[in-house]
């Protein structure tokens, strides 16, 4: 009795393993099916069709719109507002030196001072030579007045004999000769004053002619005292010092290399497709390695490209009064722009018109073949971003090639 009880036993643990193991595998395969139709759910926005006039496949894809930035980023460089190598333009020994390798200094801040020599003996000198020959040419013209006045008294005096010998000889009362005699100091006056004149001027116009060449002296030396102290030409660094202490210069020589960092100056080179986004005065955001941030105007646009690159040179301008940036740094260049509705698109799909256009050619809801012109926003390594495409829009992605515009696709 006991051993018929355990074959049954045995025997409806068997009969229940069969059949659960026959409903686990119901419930996997019901499983593996719902998730087939899951994935095939997610294609919708993909569809093949065929041409309604050949078998040729038409592959047609669903894409929408996506806001994009259209800041343009470009690497730049900096460099220096102004450089400068300050030359000696005077003779002398180097007498004072104020300043040492990477000082920062002011404009007109004296720097080195030169011996100044014999020059302020010339200048004293050429002081006096000026005085004297102004009081000359005042002498000159005195002595023209005085001697005017006087030609003047005996012109007067002739003409009163002239006139008295030609009355008496109306009345009979004197001979012809005391009348040309009268006639002949009279006309002798008159030519004196004429010598007068062209003696005194031409004396003046040679006093003048040493004033001038004194003058033009007495400049040079006062330029050369003044170039024995030479001085800072505008606020800046010392990047290199080229002379010593009681060393002799001459004209020429190389004295210290300054150069100005504020405002720095970023150069950058833009493409075909961006030149035209910018404008003088455009703002920049200029980062540096460190991630110093600066913001910056455009200055400069070149207006022809480089030859090998079809690339524009730009220059932006950034206040450096702190002098964060140094000259000869790589940097990030961010130009602003504004956001613009565009689609991310193969660019195999573009296609041209009759006329030239470039475009798309997309089906309406009805599955007729339109076409959208298109305008470029930027390229990428994946795809082309377009403008000029509805919000949302079935795109012809394989097979564009076989249909026309006004054509009907169906499946």
Not at 12 to 17: N, P, R, S, T
Not at 23 to 32: P, S
Not at 91 to 119: A, P, Q, Y
Not at 191 to 199: A, H, P, R, V, Y
Request: hydrophobic share 35%; aromatic share 6%.
């Amino acid at each position: 009795m006991k051993r018929s009880i355990f074959i049954a036993a045995a025997i409806f643990i068997l009969v229940a393993g069969w059949i659960g193991s026959g409903q686990f595998t119901n419930v996997k395969a019901q499983d593996e099916e719902i998730t087939i139709n899951n994935e095939n759910s997610n294609e919708t926005s993909q569809e093949v069709i065929n041409d309604v006039n050949n078998e040729n496949k038409v592959e047609i894809k669903e894409f929408k719109f996506s806001q994009i930035d259209q800041s343009i980023e470009l690497q730049g460089q900096t460099t220096h507002n102004k450089k400068i190598d300050v030359k000696s333009e005077t003779t002398g020994n180097i007498i004072n030196v104020n300043f040492s390798r990477g000082d920062k200094v002011k404009e007109g801040e004296e720097l080195i001072k030169i011996s100044i020599e014999n020059r302020k003996e010339l200048l004293n000198s050429a002081k006096k030579d000026l005085e004297r020959l102004n009081k000359e040419l005042i002498l000159n013209e005195k002595n023209k007045l005085n001697r005017l006045s006087q030609n003047s008294e005996l012109i007067k005096l002739y003409e009163i004999e002239f006139a008295s010998a030609k009355q008496l000889i109306d009345k009979g009362l004197s001979s012809k000769s005391k009348l040309s005699l009268a006639s002949f100091n009279l006309a002798n006056a008159k030519s004196d004053k004429e010598d007068i004149l062209i003696n005194f001027e031409s004396q003046k116009s040679n006093i003048e002619s040493q004033i001038a060449s004194v003058k033009s002296q007495l400049k040079n030396i006062e330029l050369d005292i003044g170039n024995t102290s030479i001085t800072a030409p505008f606020n800046g660094i010392i990047s290199n010092k080229m002379v010593e202490l009681s060393e002799f210069i001459t004209p020429g020589n190389i004295l210290f290399t300054i150069i100005d960092l504020n405002p720095i100056k970023i150069q950058g080179y833009l493409s075909e497709f961006d030149v035209n986004k910018v404008n003088l005065g455009t703002k920049a955001n200029i980062e540096n390695t460190n991630g110093v941030s600066k913001e910056g105007n455009i200055s400069f646009i070149s207006p022809s490209a480089e030859t090998s690159t079809r690339t524009f040179e730009i220059t932006i301008e950034a206040d450096n009064s702190d002098l964060s940036f140094k000259s000869g740094i790589t940097t990030k260049i961010t130009i602003a722009g504004s956001e613009l509705k565009a689609h991310k698109i193969p660019p195999s799909i573009l296609t041209l018109r009759d006329d030239g256009t470039v475009g798309v050619k997309a089906v309406n809801y009805k599955n007729v073949v339109i076409f959208y012109p298109t305008t470029t926003v930027k390229d990428t390594i994946d795809g082309i971003w377009v403008s000029g495409l509805p919000n949302t829009v079935k795109l012809i992605v394989t097979g564009q090639e076989y249909v026309a515009v006004g054509d009907q696709i169906v499946n």
